[in-house]
């Protein structure tokens, strides 16, 4: 229960830097030891776990206490609670294969230490509902129980504390992804008392708030079970935005207020705050190499589809960018800054450790988890302008490196790849806790674990056993005190009685902004502010501290009031601080330009021209007044376009109205100027989606400077396919998609189709075609329409898989009969590989597709870091069987015309006009009117390796040249 594993089938306060983990400045693996007590694993055999030098992880505890952990909570009695997902992608497996709950539904468990010893003794089952498939979040929150599990926000009511449900609400419904990873997630409340949540892109999200609001949210995303077969972007919400993709929302407790606060995610699991209200998530890639850890700013868009959610990032790559550039859309106008490319992985459950417990050096930790890798990734985030930067180092790992760099062992008993942490949080007590499921692989639509096992594990300075406090909810020092715990959600409820008291609790509260800790400094803030006038006019005093955190802190928490927030951002517009002048410029997205014009220009006057943190953040600003803005940009920055500083540019890219059509063209065509200004010029004429910025670019496209001649060609033949496809007469501007066509192919064709002609004759023609890259694209053509019959077809079984066109072996693996024996994954497992000869067959099968180093195409996902994420057994199965699993963006299709031409590729975008691209890399552009028959294949369009001639021995040395790695 992760977000997917990539088969080859496409499978606050800062007060301090990042204090080192390790004691001894000379460890090659920062200082990482073994924990004293060894973990037994599933297999019996011993595995370990590695930590910093003072601290232990102990197993708390394990099945069958409890069964497969996806996300987890801590009570005010310092018990933890778990969502269990044994039904989990059961539609894969057969009721008789593993342990199942199907009739009753999946489980929500409450465990506890009951005589202090630091291990859990007592079990007990909270639910068990039929509407639970697969729970992917859990809060506990006083009494109610919030979990996780699309389509629905369920809350379980335990009126009389008898830890069982005495009433269940459907809260929120309407979340796409029934039993699919990317779907519903936690809920955690922030610190300013509202709750916060998200989801994945398996949409589409049609879910309305208790005051009748609407999100209509989605992508052209479909797939990954049997479930999900309809999605579609470029829909509007009742704030008339576009939301795509997954997305990071807000709530107030009562059910109103449903508000989008990021969005165009691929998979978050989770989303963190800290008691400053910065947020924090981790995402899953389609590739295996750009997973990321965020800071994720209001309204951030994440980047992972095109805007409107129609386009996948594939179709969207552009010439010369990387593939974590072009996957988070690195260079587009609009998307945040994507944070720490955490590599390849399967990120799950993230948190922000604000405690004491382990010692100041952990104070600030951002936590996260990350199942692929058996790692939970610890940072220190350190302020750099109006953002972040994350430095990575590793908290617990079953890895003895805290390198990325670590060996490969390839044998069937290695089981330090089943460390799979789906979760962690902080106990009352000040401890760690980590959910882990015992599972061999990572997400895939698949289970592999018939037993449904799982552990829990925590985390302790070394020596010591901390034992969870006795909460007393009332008195007012009772509930300051637990205003004070690292548990976010049990807090919370001392928050909500505290704001209860109004006035009289302003003085007691107020003892806290001297606390040494300063995140108690901060959650003091938040709630001063909403203990009526008395606490307000405390914060209003903050707006000039000479600390800018506590001045942040003071707007954020006096925004959250409903204020008349225009006074503050007047008070703070010329503030030198960027990371509140960010937060200002956010939070007058939704004020019209009259009455923010003059704070809009001081905002202007202070962008330094590099942090990209702001820059967002005036363009959110600048929403639906970007000309306005635009205007005053040009009064403030009055230079030609050949001499714009980094600012004008910068902003002009941002905000790229129609109005500047004339200045970018200019600014593009001055060879005075660096290749890199000039195409910045160009991509900001290209999201301007206006008659006026195509035309330009068409007069672009015919410079003198090859660079910008270059770059204007290919914004072209891209663009007539998505934004300006209605703009302009596209009949005179060369497509170079279409092949010539073979006549002697056309005749062998009507040979073939005339049923008059001996069957012998027609065989003979269908051979003939099946040897030649145009004929074996007509006999496809002619399978997908019915009209070749299954005798003839498997005449040429044999011969199609030989045609010299890799497109044609591909797609034709769809089509027809494949003959040869079964390949059986136990047995190559136990083969001697000859890494070397793999690589050899890699370069001549695979690289046409895929790339390892600097070997090989990128029609598929890279593989160089496909040995941090696979095990043997695993990737064997992804060769052999690549229909298995097939990853998001991979997977096939076939269109038909109402002309009766036939398309097949990988789909790039969806709108008005579908793009398929094929394994050889060409793209097909198809007018959505035009199509008569659409369908996703069956199957992967990676061959079975029968296909490619490819024995058992061959397969073993491929998968030991994947799974070698070599230290730098």
């Known amino acids: 229960m992760r977000p997917t594993l990539i088969f080859l089938t496409f499978s606050g306060l800062l007060l301090s830097l990042f204090l080192s983990f390790s004691t001894d400045k000379d460890s090659t693996d920062y200082g990482l030891i073994k924990t004293k007590n060894p973990l037994k694993s599933l297999a019996g055999d011993t ?28 009570d005010a009695k310092g018990r ?6 044994v039904n989990y992608r059961d539609f894969n497996t057969k009721p008789a294969e593993r342990l199942s709950h199907k009739q009753k539904g999946d489980r929500v468990m409450i465990l506890e230490d009951t005589d202090g010893d630091g291990k859990a003794d007592n079990s007990k089952v909270f639910v068990e509902d039929s509407l639970l498939t697969a729970p992917l979040g859990i809060a506990v929150i006083g009494n109610k129980v919030i979990v996780s599990c699309a389509p629905n926000l369920l809350i379980y009511t335990d009126d009389n504390g008898d830890d069982k449900p005495d009433r269940r609400e459907v809260f929120l419904t309407g979340f796409g992804g029934f039993d699919h990873d990317h779907s519903l997630h936690s809920l955690v409340v922030g610190p300013d008392g509202l709750w916060y949540f998200n989801t994945g892109n398996a949409g589409p999200h049609m879910v309305k708030d208790k005051s009748g609001w609407m999100l209509r949210s989605g992508s052209l995303y479909t797939g990954g079970t049997p479930y999900n077969l309809k999605n579609e972007g470029n829909m509007k919400s009742d704030d008339g935005r576009i939301w795509v993709g997954g997305l990071a929302l807000r709530i107030n407790p009562d059910g109103t207020g449903l508000k989008v606060v990021g969005h165009n995610f691929r998979n978050s699991y989770e989303v963190c705050m800290d008691s400053y209200g910065n947020r924090w998530q981790n995402d899953n890639d389609d590739q295996v190499i750009t997973c990321r850890t965020s800071y994720l700013p209001e309204y951030g868009n994440a980047g992972y589809f095109s805007s409107d959610g129609t386009r996948f990032w ?44 382990l010692g100041p050096q952990y104070r600030g930790m951002l936590l996260s988890c990350e199942a692929g890798r058996n790692v939970i990734f610890a940072y220190k985030p350190e302020k750099n302008g109006a953002g972040f930067d994350l430095k990575r180092k590793n908290l617990i790992s079953s890895f003895s490196q805290a390198s990325e760099k670590y060996e490969w062992f ?6 330090r790849k089943w460390f799979r942490p789906s979760d962690i949080v902080a106990g009352t007590d000040g401890a760690l806790y980590i959910a882990d499921w015992y599972d061999p692989i990572v997400g895939g639509h698949a289970m592999k674990d018939k037993k449904g096992y799982g552990r829990i594990f925590r985390i302790t300075p070394k020596n010591k056993k901390p034992v969870a406090p006795k909460l007393d909810f009332t008195t007012t020092e009772g509930l300051i005190e637990i205003l004070k715990n690292p548990a976010v959600n049990v807090r919370a409820v001392a928050f909500d009685l505290l704001k209860k008291k109004g006035d009289t609790a302003v003085e007691p509260v107020k003892i806290l902004l001297k606390s040494e800790n300063p995140y108690h400094s901060a959650r003091a803030i938040w709630l001063l ?64 330009f009259s009455q923010s014009k003059e704070i809009i220009r001081q905002l202007l006057k202070q962008y330094d021209g590099k942090d990209p943190w702001l820059l967002e953040a005036i363009g959110t600003v600048s929403e639906r007044k970007e000309m306005e803005v635009y205007t005053l940009v040009k009064e403030i920055y009055p230079e030609e376009p050949k001499s714009w500083k980094a600012q004008e540019l910068n902003l002009i890219w941002r905000l790229h109205p129609v109005a500047a059509v004339n200045d970018l063209k200019l600014r593009a065509e001055a060879a005075s100027i660096l290749k890199s200004e000039r195409k910045k010029s160009v991509t900001a004429l290209a999201f301007i989606r206006d008659k006026k910025a195509a035309v330009a670019m068409l007069e672009l496209s015919k410079s003198k400077l090859p660079d910008v001649s270059s770059d204007a060609t290919w914004w072209l033949n891209f663009r007539k396919t998505n934004d300006w496809a209605d703009l302009l007469d596209w009949k005179s501007f060369e497509s170079g998609t279409t092949a010539p066509v073979n006549q002697k192919m056309v005749t062998l064709k009507r040979t073939l189709s005339d049923e008059k002609q001996s069957l012998t004759a027609r065989i003979s023609s269908a051979k003939q075609m099946a040897l030649d890259p145009s004929g074996g694209d007509m006999l496809i053509e002619m399978r997908v329409q019915g009209k070749l019959p299954d005798t003839i077809a498997k005449s040429v079984s044999e011969l199609i898989f030989k045609n010299p066109s890799q497109n044609v072996r591909t797609v034709g693996s769809q089509f027809f009969p494949r003959n040869g024996k079964v390949m059986k994954v136990d047995f190559i497992n136990r083969m001697t ?52 699993n097939i990853v998001f963006g991979y997977e096939a299709y076939a269109v038909t015309t109402k002309k009766g031409e036939s398309y097949f590729g990988f789909l790039l975008s969806d709108g008005n006009n579908v793009v398929l691209k094929d394994v050889a890399g060409t793209k097909y552009v198809i007018k959505s009117t035009d199509i008569k028959k659409r369908e996703k294949l069956p199957n992967s369009l990676m061959p079975e390796p029968i296909n490619l001639g490819l024995d058992e021995q061959a397969l073993a040395d491929i998968t030991g040249y994947l799974l070698s790695f070599q230290k730098q």
């Open 529 to 592: 502010a909403q203990l009526g006038e008395k606490g307000k006019a405390e914060v209003e005093t903050l707006l000039k501290s000479q600390n800018a955190a506590l001045r942040l802190n003071a707007y954020r928490a006096l925004r959250a009031t409903n204020s008349d927030i225009l006074s503050y951002a007047k008070q703070l517009a010329a503030d030198p601080d960027a990371a509140v002048q960010a937060e200002v410029a956010t939070s007058l997205r939704d004020i019209p």
């Open 47 to 74: 595995s370990k776990l590695y930590t910093p030098d003072d601290l232990e992880a102990t197993l708390w505890a394990e099945a069958p206490m409890f069964n497969n952990p996806t996300n987890m909570d801590v």
């Open 314 to 357: 594939q179709a969207d790559r552009r010439p010369g960018q990387d593939i974590f550039t072009a996957h988070w859309h690195q260079e587009d106008p609009g998307v945040m800054p994507a944070g720490d490319n955490t590599g390849a992985g399967s990120p799950t459950g993230i948190m922000f450790y604000e405690g004491d417990g």
């Open 80 to 85: 933890i609670w778990i969502t269990e997902a």
């Open 410 to 415: 390839e044998t069937d008993n290695d089981t």
């Open 833 to 884: 590989a000859n890494p070397e000869n793999g690589k050899k067959i890699f370069i001549t099968n695979c690289a046409v597709c895929h790339r390892h180093g600097e070997d090989g195409g990128e029609i598929g996902p890279d593989l160089t870091k496909i040995h941090e994420k696979f095990d043997k057994t695993s990737l064997l199965d992804a060769i052999i069987n690549p229909s298995a």
